[in-house]
C-alpha cells in the first residue's frame, strides 16, 4: 500500500484520514523516528511536530514545522 503525499492528525484538516491512522504510521525524518509529527508532506519535505504541551485557544496542540527528508511507513509492516 502506498501511503498519501500528505497526511494529519487533525480531524478537521482535509488532509485528515481516520483509518488509516488507526492502522498506525511511522515518519522517519532525516534518518530519526519521531513519535510527535501531527501532519506531514513528503513532496514539499516538512514536519509539523507539537512543542511541548502548550495548545491554542482552540484546545489544537501548538506546532512548528521542520524542513528535510520524510519517509512514513506503516507500523504493522514491520
Known amino acids: 500500500m502506498t501511503l498519501p503525499d500528505r497526511l494529519s492528525n487533525n480531524p478537521k484538516s482535509p488532509f485528515h484520514d481516520a483509518a488509516l491512522l488507526e492502522r498506525g504510521i511511522g515518519i522517519r525524518f532525516n534518518g530519526a523516528e519521531k513519535t510527535n509529527v501531527e501532519e506531514y508532506c513528503i513532496s514539499e519535505g516538512w514536519i509539523r511536530v507539537a512543542v ?13 514545522m ?12 514491520e
Open 66 to 77: 521542520l524542513r528535510g527528508t520524510v519517509e512514513p511507513y506503516l507500523r504493522d509492516a
Open 52 to 64: 511541548g504541551k502548550t495548545v491554542d485557544r482552540h484546545g489544537a496542540p501548538l506546532t512548528m
